[in-house]
């Protein structure tokens, strides 16, 4: 598959702990994108300052409002799952329109995760993206480039690098690491037809979906588009990856 700097277009982090806690990152895609580009514009350079994110809302206090706004369906693990499940959070536009958004499954991670502190955790998160075609930008002077499953594998890796902090690592060393990785996050993320990325077969609305998948010491990511009209990505720990399936949640507000 072909991708283009059109992936990252339009693309926010998935959720981020605070800088002074945050995790490390990985040869995974990374978190947060710049603003949406306009078409002819100097390509900019990978994103994700981890001094700049925000600390993730306690599961307690977040609500389905952000949600609601957005006019593409999310996605979440079918019926299948039977374990807790939760929201995170969404990303908008520079005009104000979601874009994408999160929603988890299983144990809600920590900051530094079990590569530094032994607790296991079983968790796999579902990444929305929606599926953008060249649009106007907001201010009228320019044209946006599309998202694509580029643009759900970056969310993916973003959020996992956000829950992994390898044990040897001091956190003071954290921001530099993490730029690298950035960097090296948004190539895989650019290169999904690359050697290091596989096939993986899953259920989505009950249907067999190709999706893009890899592995590594911190987790597994994975990316694919659905018939719906979105992008979805999709990140984990503990949990295996091919037991997994994807529908359209009905009520968005029983992840509450």
Known sequence: METTSSSRVGVQPAEAPAAATAPAAQSQPA?????????????????????????????????AEGYLRADFPWYGLDGAFTGPRWLMQVGTGADGTVEHGSTGHGDEPSARGELATGEKERFAVVVTVASNPLRRSSDGTGVLEATSVSSAAWLAGSGLLAYSWPGQMDHTLRDDWLDQQTEAAWELADDLAGPDWSTLSLPVDGEPTPFHYRESEFGWVLAGSTKGGVHVGA??????????????????????
């Open 31 to 63: 978190q947060s994108q710049p603003a949406p580009a306009e078409t002819g514009a100097p390509p900019q350079p990978a994103p994700a300052q981890p001094q700049e994110a925000a600390a993730p809302v306690p599961a307690a206090r977040r609500t």
């Open 235 to 256: 990140y984990g720990r503990g949990m295996s990856a091919y037991g997994l399936g994807f529908s359209v949640i009905g009520d968005i507000a029983s992840y509450e």
